[in-house]
């Protein structure tokens, strides 16, 4: 999304060549108030213009956490990731992360990317382009006198003559000691807490407007307000998307281009706003996104206490749900937010679903489909013929939805049996099962098979696929509301909420014979071979406010050494960035992998104990 510049970390070691000109104090009532309200303390000189900004901790231990998960192979190529950045940062400015930056930095640093200037499309009046982006470093000081002592010692080269003022500010203009480096950046102090660096004068000049005369990320309503709910005391990660200005780029680099409508689609919501927490079996993402003051959209308040994810199996591959199905399509008609990402078009499925059976979306089925409603994928079932025979995929496709009108839901049942009785020829039979009415259609030559009933009074079913009823009739004694992985994933989010998504993807890579699991890209692989699951869990705050609490469970793999050494320098220290690792022998026995059981191990214990 952003352009190929040189990273800023290059230059993180270069800040401290300001912290000479005298005894920095620890006074600094902003950025106490900053932390107070959980907010990184690089946010006060970030621009508003800016298209994001990611906070990331300082603390090695949680960088040696996070190099702790996954397998051989992402642990490999991580860390080779994180050598390479050393190695590209610190290296060509002789600086070392431990000695001369972890002494005297904070408990975390931003980074913000920033619209070198702007201009409004006269192709487009109103569109505004962007012309190209360059970062900004906030750098926090907890220990000014740590500081004062490693600008003393750090070999640093500054452009002769080329410092400048701007409303206070002294910025100086600083290169790497390599000779044979052409990258340069800008410099400086604000307040006695904040550093600055920046690729270039002009965003370095927005940064200290955004300080001293507002209209900074830590005055966005929205931004601040989004704290109040996602804030996680040591977070590894906070991350800040401007949403409209995020998509506009997006836009003008895309090939093919966006659609129009897309685009517009997101103009409304003005930001989203993340915390990401590191936990013991993988990463805990806590988001919220916001509409602009002078919007008129809002959010309808679809929360309801989940019963759905009651009534598939443990096993279930896929599990998706909403508060209202009559709300998610009207949020999928007008295209509106993330709607707008998905490929279907709502008008050709309903145009669609009226040609083959006759029934009109809004009038047959929307009036009763205004409760919770979900979709599961669950393991086919074994399949059955001949052995000579190749099995066809079966698609294994469970919807459920709670009724708000049982009679008018009966209604459209019998309209459906009609049709497919005689305009397709299925067979249909009532096969009750106790208290659950089950009615079955099957096609010629039993190719397609399809299930309804009713589940309850209120929860009527549809399945598709040969055998795939039998996984929800009767009702499964062992769910996926009980599974360790779904309460895992979904467990901490808040409650009553507006639906989940839950994947269970090693199940799902290793499953056989489903029409909807594709064949998996091989070269992505052995990412998928470090993630057990995801789940997600949207939640309406507000008629301005949506929630997102996403959980990913990861494997662990072996307990980090040291990261590789650099082909120029062999002899460069392992020590040289946050997200370096101690040796073995200094670990804490807690991170040692001996010491952990995986995700995987942990769930396949608790089922076998639920068993027994």
Known sequence: MFAKKPPLFVTIGTTCLLLAVGTLTYAGLRWRTLQARGLPAGVKAVPQTA????????NPEQWQQVRQFGTVETQTAFDQQLAQWRDRWLDQYDVSFTEDIAPWVGPEVTVAWVPQSEAVSE????????????????????????AQISAETLPLSTTNGNSIEYRGVTLTQVTATDAEATDSVFIGLLGTRLILVAEDETVAQQAIDAYKGGNNLADVAGYRRSFEHIGVSQAFSKLYVNIPAATQLLAQTSQPALPAALVESFQESRGLAATIALETQGLQVRSTSWFGEDSDRTYVDTNVPAQLPEYVPRDTLVFASGGSFQQFWQDLSGRRNWGALTALNPDNLSLALQGSTGLTLEEDLMPWMQGEFALALVPPAAATGTEDATPLPNPSLVALVQVSNRPEAEQA??????????RYRFTISNEPEGEIELVRWTS??????????????SIAFLTLGAGTDEAIVPKPRRSLAKSPLFQLTTGDAPYPNNGYFFVNVKALTQAEGSLFIPDLPAENQ???????????TSTVLDEQRLRYDLYLVLNRGNRPGPLPNSQTQDDMSAE????DAAPAEETSPDDSSSAEQSPAEGTELEERSDET
């Open 526 to 536: 052995n990412v998928l071979d470090a993630i057990e699951a995801l789940g997600v």
């Open 576 to 579: 040289d960035t946050p997200a």
């Open 444 to 457: 010629p030559f039993e190719s397609t098979m399809l299930s309804r009933g009713w589940l309850d009074s």
């Open 51 to 58: 298209v994001a900004a990611v906070t990331l901790s300082t």
């Open 413 to 422: 049942f019998a309209q459906l049996d009609e049709v497919v009785a005689n």
């Open 123 to 146: 192709a487009e009046p109103g569109t505004v382009v962007f012309d190209g982006q360059r970062r900004l470093l906030l750098l926090p000081i907890a220990d000014p006198e740590a």
